[in-house]
Nanobody, 121 residues
Framework: QVQLEESGGGSVQSGGSLRLSCAAS????????LDWFRQAPGKEREAVGS???????KYADSVNGRFTISLNNAENTLYLLMDNLKPEDTAMYYCSAAYRIGSSCSPDKFWGRGTQVSVSS
């Protein structure tokens, strides 16, 4: 059974930092498709960033330069380091994982339950 569990959310002031974790069980994160998403109240879920099997990361323009995704293979845990947080970063943050199939990702994603991030001005 695949389980993804996010943690590390909380309330911070604008300019602060948080590090989110996504611990996986039943699924080896390495060399698969890994993403972070977020959803603010009343808004659609949006992609925050991803990390590829080669370790390359991609980020949404809104977080590029402030957020960093990393993977600890030994711990089978995905991280999202968020610096210089802004009130507009307030959202529920989710990690997702999917099996890599060749150069593509399976359309069937596994999701965690999310962790809340609240940034006050």
């Amino acid at each position: 059974q695949v389980q993804l569990e996010e943690s590390g959310g909380g309330s911070v002031q604008s300019g602060g930092s948080l590090r989110l974790s996504c611990a996986a069980s039943g699924f080896a994160l390495t060399r698969n498709c890994l993403d972070w998403f977020r959803q603010a109240p009343g808004k659609e879920r949006e992609a925050v960033g991803s990390i590829g099997s080669n370790g390359r990361t991609k980020y949404a323009d809104s977080v590029n330069g402030r957020f960093t995704i990393s993977l600890n293979n030994a711990e089978n845990t995905l991280y999202l380091l968020m610096d210089n947080l802004k009130p507009e970063d307030t959202a529920m943050y989710y990690c997702s994982a999917a099996y890599r199939i060749g150069s593509s990702c399976s359309p069937d994603k596994f999701w965690g339950r999310g962790t809340q991030v609240s940034v006050s001005s």
